[in-house]
Each structure stands twice: as structure tokens, then as C-alpha cells.
Nanobody, 121 residues
Framework: VQLQASGGGSVQPGESLRLSCAAS????????MSWYRQVPGKERKLDAR???????FYADSVKGRFTISRETADNTVHLQMLSLKPEDTAVYYC????????????????WGQGTLVTVSS
């Protein structure tokens, strides 16, 4: 399973960006798709998580500004980011919890390559 992320870039504070991540390869089903961020020297942090069934999660720092969405048929996840702040500057990673086979109940976790978002005036 491969995850290909795109959409990062440099913007000014208050502007918007939309990240996308497409999963490809051979698998049975994707249970969850998520977006994380990481800044140098710090742990990777969960921003938004969207299961196929169940509640969507947002970190407090992005609630009301970021929206995660999925296109299940295309195995794609997006992160619409509004009102970006300098503190949103980070490398953003998509993550997928994947059932690789019909008989394998426990999912396998995969990561995309990361896409850099820079928010600066």
C-alpha cells in the first residue's frame, strides 16, 4: 500500500490550503484515514482522523479551521485548512489503517511521504 500526499506549499497567515492523499496498491479496505503534523524536534501529532464508521476527531488546535474528508471510492483523504496560522507550519503526513486481506482483522498502518506547509508573512 502506498500513500501519496500533495498540496503543501507556502502561504500567508489567514490563507487556505487543501492537502490530498491517495492510497494505492492491493488491499481489502481502509478503516481509517488521518492527517498528522510534525515540526523538527517534536513528536508527530494527530490533527484529524476520519474512520469509515464512527466519529471524526479533530485536535483542539484545528477545530473550526480544518476539515477532513474522504472519497471512499477513490481511497483518498483531503484536509481543507482555513485561516492558517504561523504555528501551523509543519510537515503534514497522511496515515491509513488498512485491512490488507479479507481474513486479516487487525489493520496495518501506513504513512505517506509528508508534504510541507509553511505559513509566514
Amino acid at each position: 500500500v502506498q500513500l501519496q500526499a500533495s498540496g503543501g506549499g507556502s502561504v500567508q497567515p489567514g490563507e487556505s490550503l487543501r492537502l490530498s492523499c491517495a492510497a494505492s496498491g492491493r488491499f481489502f479496505r481502509i478503516n481509517v484515514m488521518s492527517w498528522y503534523r510534525q515540526v523538527p524536534g517534536k513528536e508527530r501529532k494527530l490533527d484529524a482522523r476520519m474512520p469509515t464508521a464512527g466519529d471524526t476527531f479533530y485536535a483542539d488546535s484545528v477545530k473550526g479551521r480544518f476539515t477532513i474528508s474522504r472519497e471512499t471510492a477513490d481511497n483518498t483523504v483531503h484536509l481543507q485548512m482555513l485561516s492558517l496560522k504561523p504555528e501551523d507550519t509543519a510537515v503534514y503526513y497522511c496515515n491509513a489503517e488498512v485491512r490488507t486481506e479479507t481474513w486479516r482483522i487487525l489493520p496495518v498502518e501506513y504513512w505517506g511521504q509528508g508534504t510541507l506547509v509553511t505559513v509566514s508573512s
